[in-house]
């Protein structure tokens, strides 16, 4: 009797042991899981005088676009998708570039534009939802080849045949913030229909810039032909602009070296070391600006390879 006894004892230990450490490895899996999917909320903010400063962007959203996107993406605490303005045709909004043995390539979102020109970004609705196949095999026919192709071609397959967005900015948004999570930018994501739009360019941005608290506005170099600067001064927000030169040449199939292409060719090419061609996080926190009294150079072109880049 006492033997069975013990071997009921030695069995509920056992059994309660194992339960525990079942519940541990399930809170353990759990807790990474939401660290994860929470990433994209944290913020950085830069501590300037014992106070947080906190950085937004207010940008358009684009198709698979070019590193410099990225990049200022990840200088900023939050990075405002301004698709409340007017849809532009053949723009970046739709599609973007791959390298190929026969030269550069477009992939582009067929959207149904024609008689709507004066249309939001966020009214635009795809026409053809067979364009992510083809999207996905031109890229498997083109980057088969690259060194990191086959560390990404899953998680890339499931983000174009996984597709099922009708809205436009609803695809950009899905490539925007999957891509962002393969270079590890933390950056919180968020909506210009999210905030109360006021009327006037530099206005709408004065006023987004007031409701998410922001005390630092960080520009594209293009916005320095319309921004009315002194209505950042009178609303006490720093206007800044971020300066697009120094990219270095990375190793690319198909030369010469092409500076503005998607993302994606630096990340199926460097792997983990595309941030390593990169601005911001070579400089941690501190990415290359231009103070809004220096107005830059209306060049587009890097100062290194002959590239065309795009404008934010």
Known sequence: MSNNRNDSGHFYFALTLHTTVLLTRDRRAGTLRKARAGRRRSRRFVVRGGQP?????????????WKGYFDLMHSVDEFVLFDDVQYTRRDWRNRN????PAGLQWLTIPVGSKGRYLECISNMSVSDPAWAGRHWKSLVAN?????????YARELEEMYLGCAHTRLSDVNRRF????????????????????ELAPGKTERLVGICQQAAADVYVSGPSAATYLEEQQFCDA??????????GYPEYHQ??????????????I????????RFMLTFQTCSCPSFQPSIDRPSTSRSSTRGSAVLPRM
């Open 176 to 195: 925007l913030e999957r891509l962002a999570d393969m270079l590890g930018i933390r950056t919180r994501l968020s909506w210009s229909s999210d905030f």
């Open 268 to 275: 199926l090419n460097e792997g983990p070391d595309a941030t």
């Open 143 to 151: 980057y088969a080849r690259a060194p990191f192709f086959r560390t």
């Open 53 to 65: 400063v906190k950085r937004i962007a207010i940008v358009q959203s684009s198709y698979i676009p």
């Open 253 to 266: 199939l198909f030369p010469p070296f092409e500076h503005s292409v998607s993302v994606i060719d630096l």
């Open 236 to 245: 006490r927000i720093e206007l800044r602009y971020f300066a697009y030169d």
């Open 97 to 100: 570039r791959i390298k190929t």
